[in-house]
């Protein structure tokens, strides 16, 4: 069916509309208020006078649409889709895994809050996202002096309550004391109060109800309250004075200012509470094929799609016009249940403001540009240096790990352009190969990889951690599933084989050899090249999350019957030791010259049980 025709029955009802190639991927997904007359403005001649919309047109086939219950719904949906098929006519804002936020939980007896990655519909209410962990790290240290709420999980919590005395942060000040009952339920629930209107930047709400409750207390003659509240004020006033004033309205405003360079795009967002500035977020974005105005349409709803609407402030300014921007304005004003105002200043006291959101965006730009530079330079030596076919866009490095030959495990990191790719990374607990022997083990890792090359395609590179013998496996691995992958191994290079003056001996810094399939002699990559040190931070990070899954593990399993499948150690050797310590807690807590005194127990299998139990990676 042509376009034409799709558009003639569609409904004139709020939803998402979603442009399809021939192949039914998505191209494009848009939000309405009216579907019908949305979807229609594209079909005029030139389509809405977006630059982009005529090359839309021509790859679309199809579109789809969802009716949703309000235009907020259509903004929520259209968030959900766009994070799902990641449209290339449309931008996506952030990987919300990326992000920190707070989460506090007012339906605990002891309220607390807890670092996060994401946002749920649990009943539990969110701040933030903060962008650094530094940032986040700041504003709890702040909330921690003026409210100090527990900072402890419920179980320790709970145990802190049977020895009967609370734990240090009590003694630093840093937590009033609940598991103590040092502090009565009402007062809690006032710096829990006390807490929620300062994350969201009220301060000037949060000094009146203090100055009240602290008047309150004095004229009751409790006069121990009434300080404690004189000081919370006190910490209060000297961190907003911190803060910078950027407006004399007390006005709560977030101030979104864009900066572009191609298809490479950084969005600057200003929080202005009570006319001071609070906080600053920073967004990078790739690929952005769309013009500005459309661009920051989708970056203010995807913004506000995820945020709680005591969070959406009453003005929005935007550096760019946002394309429709009565409709974002709308939708706002929905979510929030009041009014939200969008603006697009273009002079005056607001203007600078956009202005200022701009340089911002601007600066974090030129960083994450050059950084984009770097990586490219170190792909590029990559390719070049080590003869590869393909440019190495994608890159999945291969580790085993084992301990002492138990307990075999296989960990895959993945690098796109550069950056790790942590939600492709994969854990393999080895079924079929023996512990000791890592070949085989690595071997079983790559045929599993490859057995699921339907629905995750192989990488332009594949790395192991090893040498000669690691390539040789995945070289044969790849031609038995008729792959020619580019691959490689990298490995350290022994002390007793270097002979160049440079190489520190005793754990300093080492060469690295690079085996690539093919060549007898190995390539060395100059030390301090961004190639090298790119590769470096792959093998790495393998190595990293292979330990960290065989340390995982280690602590899970029924640890008395491991005893028995460490090297050496048979069923009578773990009689023995339980027999002699008396139980497998003493065991793992026994010297190494304790447990080489137990008759029948060599030096070389105490050493085995006193890695095991005690060797941190
Ligand atoms: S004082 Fe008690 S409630 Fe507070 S952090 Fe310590 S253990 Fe938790």
């Not at 950027?246 to 795009?265: H, T, Y």
Request: aromatic share 6%.
């Amino acid at each position: 069916m042509a376009l034409s025709d799709v558009m003639k029955n569609l409904p004139t009802e709020p939803g998402v509309y979603l442009f399809k190639d021939s192949s039914q991927k998505v191209l494009y997904v848009g939000k309405a208020s009216n579907l019908r007359t949305r979807v229609r403005s594209y079909m005029v001649p030139g389509g809405d006078g977006r630059i982009q919309i005529p090359a839309l047109i021509d790859r679309s086939e199809d579109i789809d649409v969802v009716i949703t219950k309000s235009p907020k719904d259509a903004l929520l949906l259209e968030n959900e889709l766009i994070k799902k098929y990641k449209p290339p006519f449309n931008v996506r804002l952030r990987d919300d895994k990326q992000y920190l936020s707070l989460r506090l939980d007012p339906r605990e007896q002891w309220p607390r809050l807890t670092k996060v990655r994401s946002f749920s519909k649990d009943g539990a209410q969110y701040f933030g996202p903060y962008t650094s962990s530094q940032s986040m790290r700041e504003a709890l240290s702040t909330l921690r002096k003026i409210f100090p709420l527990r900072s402890c999980s419920d179980p320790v919590l709970r145990d802190y309550q049977r020895r009967g005395r609370p734990c240090i942060e009590y003694e630093m000040k840093r937590c009033v004391g609940p598991c103590c009952d040092l502090v009565s339920k009402e007062r809690y629930d006032q710096l829990v109060a006390g807490t929620k209107l300062f994350l969201r930047g009220n301060s000037q709400e949060l000094i009146k109800r203090l100055t009240d409750r602290m008047q309150s207390a004095s004229s009751d003659r409790r006069y121990e309250e009434a300080a404690q509240v004189r000081d919370q004020i006190g910490a209060i006033e000297t961190t907003v004075q911190r803060q910078q004033i950027v407006s004399e309205k007390f006005i709560n405003r977030d101030i979104f200012g864009l900066s572009r360079v191609g298809e490479e795009a950084s969005l600057q967002v200003l929080q202005v509470r009570d006319g001071r500035m609070v906080g600053a977020e920073e967004y990078g974005v790739s690929g952005v094929k769309i013009d500005n105005g459309s661009a920051m349409a989708s970056f203010i709803g995807q913004y506000y799609a995820g945020k709680e609407p005591a969070s959406i402030p009453e003005e929005v300014l935007s550096s760019n016009e946002p394309f429709e921007s009565e409709d974002i304005s709308g939708l706002l004003t929905e979510k929030a249940a009041r009014r939200v105002r969008v603006r697009y200043p273009k002079r005056g006291k607001l203007k600078e403001l956009t202005d200022l959101s701009v340089r911002n965006a601007s600066l974090a730009l030129g960083v994450r540009l050059e950084k984009r530079q770097s990586i490219d330079d170190a792909l590029n030596e990559i390719q070049k240096k080590l003869g590869l076919k393909n440019y190495p866009h994608t890159i999945e490095c291969y580790d085993i790990s084992t301990l002492n030959g138990s307990l075999p495990v296989g960990s895959k990191v993945v690098f796109k352009e550069g950056n790790p790719l942590k939600s492709e990374y994969r854990r393999y607990k080895i079924r079929d190969a023996k512990g000791g022997d890592d070949l085989a083990c690595l071997r079983e890792v790559l045929e599993r990889r490859i057995l699921r090359i339907e629905s995750d395609p192989m990488p332009d590179l594949l790395m192991v951690d090893g040498g000669r013998g690691q390539v040789a496996v995945s070289s044969s691995v790849l031609a038995d599933a008729l792959l020619t992958q580019d691959h490689i191994g990298i490995a350290k290079e022994q002390d007793s084989e270097s002979r160049s003056p440079r190489v520190k001996r005793g754990g300093g810094l080492k060469k690295e050899k690079i085996f690539v399939p093919g060549r007898s002699n190995p390539i060395f990559l100059f030390p301090s090249s961004r190639g090298l040190l790119l590769l470096q931070r792959v093998r790495d990070e393998a190595h990293r999350f292979a330990i960290e899954y065989q340390r995982d593990l280690r602590s899970k399993i029924n640890l008395v019957s491991i005893l028995e499948e460490l090297p050496g150690i048979g069923p009578v050797k773990r009689k023995k030791l339980i027999g002699s310590f008396g139980s497998l807690k003493q065991v793992r807590q026994a010297s190494l010259s304790n447990l080489a005194s137990v008759s029948g127990i060599s030096e070389v299998d105490a050493k085995v049980v006193y890695e095991f139990f005690n060797r941190s990676d």
